[in-house]
Structure formats: C-alpha cells, structure tokens
C-alpha cells in the first residue's frame, strides 16, 4: 500500500513541474525555515532501537567467549629435530636417451662446473 502511496506521489511531482513551465519562487522566509531545520537536525540525537543495543552485547559476548576458547584449547606444537645434511647425488639429463641418471656430488667440483648445485648437465642432441 506503502508504494502505491509513494508512486502517486512522486508521479504527481514529476507531472507538476512538467507542467509548470517557470520557475519555482520560494517564499521570502525559505532561507531561514530551512537554516532552522537543518541545525534541529544535527542536534538531535539518534535513538538507536533497543535491539541494536541487545545484538551488539550479544555478539561482544560471544566474540570474547569465542577468544577464551581458542586460547584455552590452543594445541602445543612440538618441534621436531634437525637431521644433519646428507648429499643428494645430481641429476644428470642426456638428451639422446630418455634417461635421467646421477652423479656423485663432488664430480662436479672436479670436472669445474661453476654452479655445483642446482644445476643438471645436458648434452644437446646431436642432429644427423
């Protein structure tokens, strides 16, 4: 019922100022009217339904009983022991077979490869 009453409303507007061809005077007291309304306005305070105020307390609570919670089952991480290094032998790609073989890690520092880890060795194919 609410939109029809609006609908008539805003539509009797519209038709009132396509009708009207000049403009709109406002009365000499306008300025004022609208200073005064203005200043009611800012100074009154919001009253906030008492809903707001019940779901807000409501969800403080459960937020601080959500924060107890989680910090009284808090799981205990134990650290686990550092094995020492073990060498990882090198991956070594030749590309004529479909093949990955390895090396031992200190033949790269006796043939001179500059870059000993992180590095495979690949032989380009050999064209016929």
């Known amino acids: 019922m609410s939109c029809r ?28 009217r609208l200073d ?10 919001k009253i906030l339904p008492a809903r707001a105020g019940i779901s807000t307390a409501m969800l403080v609570v459960a937020a601080l009983a959500l924060l107890v919670f989680k910090a009284s ?9 550092v094995l020492p290094p073990v060498a990882f032998p090198k991956p070594v790609v030749q590309a004529g077979l479909p093949f990955v073989s390895f090396q031992d890690p200190r033949a790269s520092a006796l043939n001179g ?16």
């Not at 403009?23 to 007291?29: C, K, N, Q, R, V």
């Not at 005064?36 to 305070?45: D, H, M």
């Not at 089952?73 to 022991?81: D, I």
């Not at 870059?115 to 060795?121: D, F």
């Open 73 to 81: 089952r808090r799981p205990y991480a134990t650290r686990a022991p």
């Open 5 to 32: 009453r609006y609908d008539a409303t805003v539509r009797a507007g519209v038709q009132a100022l396509h009708a009207s061809s000049s403009t709109i005077a406002l009365s000499p007291d306008f300025r004022e």
């Open 36 to 45: 005064a309304r203005l200043a009611l306005e800012r100074t009154t305070k």
């Open 113 to 128: 490869n500059r870059y000993p880890y992180g590095t495979a060795l690949v032989q380009p194919a050999a064209s016929r």
